[in-house]
C-alpha cells in the first residue's frame, strides 16, 4: 500500500531523472575532472583532479570584478523590474472591460511569445549605432554626436540594453499570474474597504499585497532563476560572444571557457558556482518572505 | 547512438529496395555500373558541409550526388552548417559520437582536431593519388601535424581591399599603393561624401588587422626552441596595429558602429551602399552584387597596400575535406573527398564561389583571369599570402578571441595601442604555452 504513490509517481521522476539529474551529476562529475581539450571529448572521461578547477575559478580575478557583478547585479535590476512593470500591467489589466481586457493581453503576450533570440536581434537593431531607430532619435536630439555613438561596447549601457530586452521578454509571465491572483480576491473584502474610505493606494497595500504575497514569491523566485542565466540575450549582442570581456557573465563565461577552449572541467566548474549561487539566493529569498512557511 | 543505430537502419532498407528493384529489372543495369567501384551500392555517406561559401550549392550537390551514385552507387546526404556555429557543432558531434563521414574543415581547425585524434590521417592516401605536387603549399600546411596531413586541400580564399569604383572616379581617386596614400584617399573620400564610412575598422575582424601586422614586418607569434611566443607587442607589429586603427580612432575615416562588427556586417553595410571601402574576401564581390544589383559596374578591388609599397600580406584561408577517424567508409568517403577536389567538380565548385580551387594547375588559369574582381585577389594570393601561426593551439587563441578584443578595446578608446597589444600578446602567449 505504501509503495502506491510512488509508483504513481515513477514514470514522472524517471522522466525528472534522465533529463535534469543525470546531467546535473554529469556536470559534477565533470567539474571535478581534468576535462579539458578535443581528446578529452573524444574519449568520454579524463582524470580526477579535485576541487583544481574550482581553486582556478574562484581565484580568478575577473570572476569577482566582472562576471559576479554582472551576473548579480544585472539579475536583481531584471527581476525588480520585471515584477514591478508585470505587476503594474496585471492591475491596468484587470481594471479593463473585458473586450479591452482580451486585445491587451494579447499584446502583452506577444511580447513574451517571441523567441528569445528574435527579441534581442529587434533590440540590436533598435540600438544600431548607425540605423538603429534609438541612435537616429538621441542623434536628432543632440544627445550623442553625428555619426552616432556604439553603446555595445561600454558595460553600463551594454547591460542597460539586455535589461530592456529581459524585462520585455519576461514582464508579461508576471503579469498574467498576478491578474490571475487579482481576479481571486473577493469583491466583499474590496467594497467593505471602501465603505471604510480606503483609497486606491491604501487598497493595494493593505488588501492586494498580503492576498498576493504567495504569487509575488513565486513569481521572484522564478525570474530571479530565469534572470541569473540569462546567456542568449547576452551572447547574441554585439561583442558579448567573449569578445568584450567586461560584459561576460556567469552564463557566457562559462560556454565561452568550455566550448571555445574545449576547456570543460573550468566550465562545469562555473556553471556548478552558478547553480550554488542560485540555490543560496532562493533558500535566503525563501526565508525572508516568508518566516512561518506560508508557501 | 540512436542516429547512429537509425542509419544502419536506413541503411539496411535502402539495400533491400536495391535488391528488390534488381529483381523486378527495374534497377539501372548500363555496363558502366557494373565495375568494381559499385562497392557502395546501398551505403549513404553522411557529409556536412559549410555553409554560404557557394550561394547557391542544392544544384552543384545534387550533380554530385548523381555522379557519386553513378561511380560508386551509394548515396551522399549533404548536411549544410553556418561557419559560425560549425567548430561548437563539430565538437558537440565528437563528444555525442555522432560525427558525419566526411566533412568540411576551415583550414585553422584541421590541425586542432587531427592532432586529438578524431580525422583520419591522409598522408598515404593523397600519396597514392598522385596530385601531391600540384596542391597549393599554404593549405597543405595548414592541415599538417608533425608531418601527417589530416586534410585534403579543398578550396582557398584571400582578403584584399573591395572599393567603390564610382566614388574614386567621381572624385579623381587611383587605387593607393602605400600606408600613407591610402589615409589620403580616405581622407578626400570622408571630405567629400560625409555620409559614407570611408574605411571601416571592423572590431571584431582579426583578419582585418593582420595585413597590417604583416605589412610593418610584424608576426603574429614565433617559435622558439619549440615554443610559442606572441610578438603582437612588437615594434613593428604595433606600427600597423597603431595605423590601422588610428584610421578610425585619429583620423574618424571608420563609424562607431564599426566597432563591434564582424566580417559579415562589413559586408552587409557595403551591400546598403554606406561604405566606400572594405578589406573583405575574394568570395564576396559575387554575393555583393547579387544582393545589390543596382551596385554591378561601380565596384572593384586592389591588394592590400605595403606600409611603403608593394602588398601587404594577407591571410590565406580556405576549407579542406577531411575524412572522419570514426568513418566506417573509409574507402568510399576517400573517394568522394578526390572527386570533390579534383577535376570537373573542383574547378566548377571554384568558379561557382568565387574562391580558388586547392590544386596550383587549376589555381594559375584563375591568375591569368582577366575579370577584375579576379585578378587582384589573385595577385594578392599569389604574392601577399601569409598564414597564421599554424600550430593546434592557435584554434583555441581565436575561439578566446584575443585579437578582436584587442582591437574593440582600442577602438572603444578604454586601451591604448601599447597597453591593448601588451595584454593580447601576454593572453595570446599564455594560451599558446598552457
Same mark, same amino acid.
Given at each position: 500500500?505504501?509503495?502506491? &504513490?510512488?509508483?504513481?509517481?515513477?514514470?514522472?521522476?524517471?522522466?525528472?531523472?534522465?533529463?535534469?539529474?543525470? &546531467?546535473?551529476?554529469?556536470?559534477?562529475?565533470?567539474?571535478?575532472?581534468?576535462?579539458?581539450?578535443?581528446?578529452?571529448?573524444?574519449?568520454?572521461?579524463?582524470?580526477?583532479?579535485?576541487?583544481?578547477?574550482?581553486?582556478?575559478?574562484?581565484?580568478?580575478?575577473?570572476?569577482?570584478?566582472?562576471?559576479? &557583478?554582472?551576473?548579480?547585479?544585472?539579475?536583481?535590476?531584471?527581476?525588480?523590474?520585471?515584477?514591478?512593470?508585470?505587476?503594474?500591467?496585471?492591475?491596468?489589466?484587470?481594471?479593463?472591460?473585458?473586450?479591452?481586457?482580451?486585445?491587451?493581453?494579447?499584446?502583452?503576450?506577444?511580447?513574451?511569445?517571441?523567441?528569445?533570440?528574435?527579441?534581442?536581434?529587434?533590440?540590436?537593431?533598435?540600438?544600431? &549605432?548607425?540605423?538603429?531607430?534609438?541612435?537616429?532619435?538621441?542623434?536628432?536630439?543632440?544627445?550623442?554626436?553625428?555619426?552616432?555613438?556604439?553603446?555595445?561596447?561600454?558595460?553600463?549601457?551594454?547591460?542597460?540594453?539586455?535589461?530592456?530586452?529581459?524585462?520585455?521578454?519576461?514582464?508579461?509571465?508576471?503579469?498574467?499570474?498576478?491578474?490571475?491572483?487579482?481576479?481571486?480576491?473577493?469583491?466583499?473584502?474590496?467594497?467593505?474597504?471602501?465603505?471604510?474610505?480606503?483609497?486606491?493606494?491604501?487598497?493595494?497595500?493593505?488588501?492586494?499585497?498580503?492576498?498576493?504575497?504567495?504569487?509575488?514569491?513565486?513569481?521572484?523566485?522564478?525570474?530571479?532563476?530565469?534572470?541569473?542565466?540569462?546567456?542568449?540575450?547576452?551572447?547574441?549582442?554585439?561583442?558579448?560572444?567573449?569578445?568584450?570581456?567586461?560584459?561576460?557573465?556567469?552564463?557566457?563565461?562559462?560556454?565561452?571557457?568550455?566550448?571555445?577552449?574545449?576547456?570543460?572541467?573550468?566550465?562545469?566548474?562555473?556553471?556548478?558556482?552558478?547553480?550554488?549561487?542560485?540555490?543560496?539566493?532562493?533558500?535566503?529569498?525563501?526565508?525572508?518572505?516568508?518566516?512561518?512557511?506560508?508557501? | 547512438?540512436?542516429?547512429?543505430?537509425?542509419?544502419?537502419?536506413?541503411?539496411?532498407?535502402?539495400?533491400?529496395?536495391?535488391?528488390?528493384?534488381?529483381?523486378?529489372?527495374?534497377?539501372?543495369?548500363?555496363?558502366?555500373?557494373?565495375?568494381?567501384? !559499385?562497392?557502395?551500392?546501398?551505403?549513404?555517406?553522411? +557529409?556536412?558541409?559549410?555553409?554560404?561559401?557557394?550561394?547557391?550549392?542544392?544544384?552543384?550537390? @545534387?550533380?554530385?550526388?548523381?555522379?557519386?551514385?553513378?561511380?560508386?552507387?551509394?548515396?551522399?546526404?549533404?548536411?549544410?552548417?553556418?561557419?559560425?556555429?560549425?567548430? @561548437?557543432?563539430?565538437?558537440?558531434?565528437?563528444?555525442?559520437? #555522432?560525427?558525419?563521414?566526411?566533412?568540411?574543415?576551415?583550414?585553422?581547425? %584541421?590541425?586542432? $582536431?587531427? #592532432?586529438?585524434?578524431?580525422?583520419?590521417?591522409? %598522408?598515404?592516401?593523397?600519396?597514392?593519388?598522385?596530385?601531391?605536387?600540384?596542391?597549393?603549399?599554404?593549405?597543405?600546411?595548414?592541415?599538417?601535424?608533425?608531418?601527417?596531413?589530416?586534410?585534403?586541400?579543398?578550396?582557398?580564399?584571400?582578403?584584399?581591399?573591395?572599393?567603390?569604383?564610382?566614388?574614386?572616379?567621381?572624385?579623381?581617386?587611383?587605387?593607393?599603393?602605400?600606408?600613407?596614400?591610402?589615409?589620403? +584617399?580616405?581622407?578626400?573620400?570622408?571630405?567629400?561624401?560625409?555620409?559614407?564610412?570611408?574605411?571601416?575598422?571592423?572590431?571584431?575582424?582579426?583578419?582585418?588587422?593582420?595585413?597590417?601586422?604583416?605589412?610593418?614586418?610584424?608576426?603574429?607569434?614565433? !617559435?622558439?626552441?619549440?615554443?610559442?611566443?606572441?610578438?603582437? @607587442?612588437?615594434?613593428?607589429?604595433?606600427?600597423?596595429?597603431? $595605423?590601422?586603427?588610428?584610421?578610425?580612432?585619429?583620423?574618424?575615416?571608420?563609424?562607431?558602429?564599426?566597432?563591434?562588427?564582424?566580417?559579415?556586417?562589413?559586408?552587409?553595410?557595403?551591400? !546598403?551602399?554606406?561604405?566606400?571601402?572594405?578589406?573583405?574576401?575574394?568570395?564576396?564581390?559575387?554575393?555583393?552584387?547579387?544582393?545589390?544589383?543596382?551596385?554591378?559596374?561601380?565596384?572593384?578591388?586592389?591588394?592590400?597596400?605595403?606600409?611603403?609599397?608593394?602588398?601587404?600580406?594577407?591571410?590565406?584561408?580556405?576549407?579542406?575535406?577531411?575524412?572522419?577517424?570514426?568513418?566506417?567508409?573509409? @574507402?568510399?568517403?576517400?573517394? $568522394?573527398?578526390?572527386?570533390?577536389?579534383?577535376?570537373?567538380?573542383?574547378?566548377?565548385?571554384?568558379?561557382?564561389?568565387?574562391?580558388?580551387?586547392?590544386?596550383?594547375?587549376?589555381?594559375?588559369?584563375?591568375?591569368?583571369?582577366?575579370?577584375?574582381?579576379?585578378?587582384?585577389?589573385?595577385?594578392?594570393?599569389?604574392?601577399?599570402? #601569409? %598564414? +597564421?601561426?599554424?600550430?593546434?593551439?592557435?584554434?583555441?587563441?581565436?575561439?578566446?578571441?584575443?585579437?578582436?578584443?584587442?582591437?574593440?578595446?582600442?577602438?572603444?578608446?578604454?586601451?591604448?595601442?601599447?597597453?591593448?597589444?601588451?595584454?593580447?600578446?601576454?593572453?595570446?602567449?599564455?594560451?599558446? !604555452?598552457?
Amino acid at each position: 500500500m505504501a509503495a502506491r &504513490p510512488w509508483l504513481l509517481l515513477a514514470p514522472a521522476l524517471a522522466v525528472l531523472a534522465g533529463l535534469l539529474l543525470y &546531467p546535473l551529476v554529469r556536470v559534477a562529475v565533470i567539474s571535478v575532472q581534468d576535462f579539458s581539450g578535443l581528446r578529452a571529448v573524444y574519449r568520454g572521461t579524463a582524470e580526477f583532479i579535485g576541487l583544481a578547477n574550482y581553486r582556478e575559478v574562484l581565484g580568478d580575478r575577473r570572476l569577482w570584478y566582472t562576471v559576479l &557583478p554582472n551576473t548579480v547585479v544585472v539579475a536583481m535590476v531584471c527581476v525588480v523590474l520585471t515584477v514591478v512593470i508585470g505587476t503594474l500591467a496585471a492591475v491596468l489589466l484587470e481594471s479593463l472591460r473585458p473586450g479591452l481586457r482580451a486585445a491587451t493581453t494579447i499584446a502583452v503576450l506577444s511580447a513574451w511569445a517571441v523567441p528569445a533570440v528574435t527579441g534581442t536581434y529587434i533590440w540590436i537593431w533598435i540600438f544600431d &549605432p548607425v540605423q538603429g531607430v534609438v541612435s537616429h532619435a538621441a542623434q536628432w536630439l543632440g544627445l550623442v554626436p553625428a555619426g552616432g555613438e556604439n553603446w555595445f561596447t561600454d558595460r553600463v549601457t551594454f547591460f542597460a540594453i539586455v535589461v530592456i530586452n529581459v524585462v520585455h521578454h519576461g514582464f508579461p509571465f508576471v503579469a498574467l499570474t498576478v491578474l490571475a491572483g487579482l481576479l481571486t480576491i473577493p469583491d466583499e473584502l474590496v467594497e467593505a474597504a471602501k465603505l471604510d474610505g480606503a483609497g486606491a493606494w491604501r487598497r493595494f497595500w493593505s488588501i492586494t499585497v498580503p492576498t498576493l504575497r504567495p504569487v509575488f514569491a513565486v513569481v521572484t523566485i522564478l525570474s530571479t532563476i530565469w534572470d541569473f542565466k540569462v546567456f542568449t540575450q547576452v551572447y547574441l549582442m554585439p561583442g558579448g560572444d567573449g569578445q568584450n570581456r567586461e560584459v561576460l557573465n556567469l552564463g557566457t563565461w562559462s560556454y565561452v571557457e568550455s566550448f571555445g577552449q574545449t576547456e570543460y572541467g573550468t566550465g562545469s566548474a562555473i556553471a556548478v558556482v552558478l547553480t550554488a549561487t542560485l540555490l543560496v539566493i532562493t533558500a535566503v529569498y525563501l526565508r525572508t518572505m516568508f518566516r512561518e512557511g506560508e508557501l | 547512438m540512436s542516429a547512429h543505430r537509425l542509419s544502419i537502419r536506413l541503411a539496411g532498407l535502402a539495400v533491400a529496395a536495391a535488391t528488390a528493384l534488381a529483381v523486378t529489372g527495374c534497377g539501372d543495369d548500363s555496363s558502366s555500373n557494373s565495375n568494381a567501384a !559499385q562497392s557502395g551500392s546501398g551505403k549513404t555517406l553522411t +557529409v556536412w558541409i559549410m555553409e554560404g561559401t557557394n550561394p547557391d550549392a542544392t544544384p552543384f550537390f @545534387d550533380q554530385v550526388k548523381a555522379e557519386f551514385k553513378r561511380e560508386t552507387g551509394a548515396d551522399v546526404n549533404v548536411q549544410f552548417v553556418p561557419w559560425s556555429a560549425a567548430h @561548437d557543432k563539430f565538437v558537440s558531434a565528437v563528444g555525442g559520437g #555522432e560525427t558525419p563521414d566526411v566533412a568540411e574543415f576551415g583550414t585553422t581547425w %584541421t590541425p586542432e $582536431f587531427g #592532432e586529438a585524434g578524431i580525422l583520419a590521417e591522409l %598522408t598515404e592516401r593523397v600519396k597514392g593519388s598522385g596530385v601531391s605536387d600540384d596542391l597549393v603549399d599554404s593549405l597543405v600546411a595548414a592541415g599538417e601535424v608533425d608531418g601527417k596531413l589530416y586534410g585534403m586541400p579543398w578550396y582557398a580564399g584571400v582578403r584584399s581591399v573591395i572599393y567603390r569604383t564610382d566614388v574614386f572616379e567621381e572624385l579623381g581617386l587611383q587605387p593607393p599603393t602605400s600606408w600613407d596614400e591610402w589615409l589620403t +584617399v580616405a581622407t578626400k573620400i570622408k571630405e567629400a561624401k560625409p555620409d559614407l564610412v570611408a574605411m571601416p575598422v571592423a572590431g571584431n575582424n582579426e583578419y582585418g588587422v593582420y595585413p597590417f601586422i604583416w605589412g610593418a614586418g610584424g608576426k603574429i607569434a614565433v !617559435q622558439e626552441g619549440g615554443k610559442w611566443r606572441s610578438t603582437l @607587442d612588437s615594434e613593428q607589429a604595433r606600427r600597423g596595429i597603431e $595605423f590601422y586603427t588610428s584610421l578610425a580612432t585619429k583620423h574618424g575615416l571608420s563609424s562607431p558602429a564599426a566597432e563591434t562588427w564582424k566580417e559579415t556586417d562589413l559586408k552587409d553595410n557595403f551591400v !546598403q551602399g554606406k561604405l566606400a571601402m572594405m578589406i573583405s574576401g575574394s568570395w564576396t564581390p559575387k554575393a555583393i552584387l547579387e544582393a545589390a544589383p543596382q551596385l554591378q559596374g561601380k565596384i572593384g578591388a586592389f591588394p592590400i597596400p605595403g606600409e611603403k609599397s608593394g602588398i601587404s600580406p594577407s591571410f590565406v584561408g580556405g576549407s579542406h575535406l577531411a575524412v572522419f577517424e570514426k568513418s566506417q567508409q573509409g @574507402d568510399l568517403a576517400w573517394q $568522394f573527398v578526390q572527386m570533390m577536389t579534383s577535376g570537373r567538380f573542383a574547378s566548377e565548385w571554384a568558379t561557382q564561389s568565387s574562391y580558388f580551387p586547392g590544386l596550383k594547375s587549376l589555381l594559375a588559369k584563375s591568375i591569368s583571369a582577366p575579370d577584375p574582381l579576379i585578378a587582384p585577389f589573385a595577385r594578392q594570393m599569389k604574392d601577399g599570402g #601569409e %598564414t +597564421v601561426p599554424v600550430t593546434p593551439v592557435y584554434g583555441k587563441v581565436q575561439a578566446k578571441k584575443t585579437v578582436p578584443s584587442m582591437l574593440q578595446a582600442i577602438l572603444s578608446g578604454s586601451k591604448t595601442v601599447e597597453q591593448a597589444t601588451a595584454d593580447a600578446a601576454a593572453e595570446m602567449t599564455a594560451e599558446m !604555452q598552457g
